[in-house]
């Protein structure tokens, strides 16, 4: 586990690379992914989101305070983490109530469809 990193730190100390296949998949297709995985295929209900791991395996709600509302994202925030000695980890989707939550996966899907057909 890193400490808290500036975005040119990663790069320069190449804490993260991009995957080789996906070196060549340009920035929008890229975009058109993530907006149909947060859409239709990821498990709110269940899982949480780790902006820091870039993955939600193994990021079960159940471990963060607050977060039993099953309606909603649960979004680990990348500085208050399970790693953090004193703290236990911060939910940043605490803030969404449901109607935030129906108004996300809108955005999400009007997105996803209106890059979806430009191509």
Known sequence: IYPFLLADEVLRQKIWKRPVNL????????????FRYYHSEFNSHFLAVSIRLGRDADMLKTGYKGSSGLFRFCIEDPFETF???KRRPHD?????????QKRII????VSYDRLNTAF
């Open 83 to 85: 790693s953090s000695k």
């Open 92 to 100: 940043l989707g605490n803030h969404a109530n449901s109607n935030g």
């Open 106 to 109: 809108e955005c999400l899907k």
């Open 23 to 34: 070196e060549d998949c340009p920035l929008s297709i890229l975009l058109l992914g993530f």
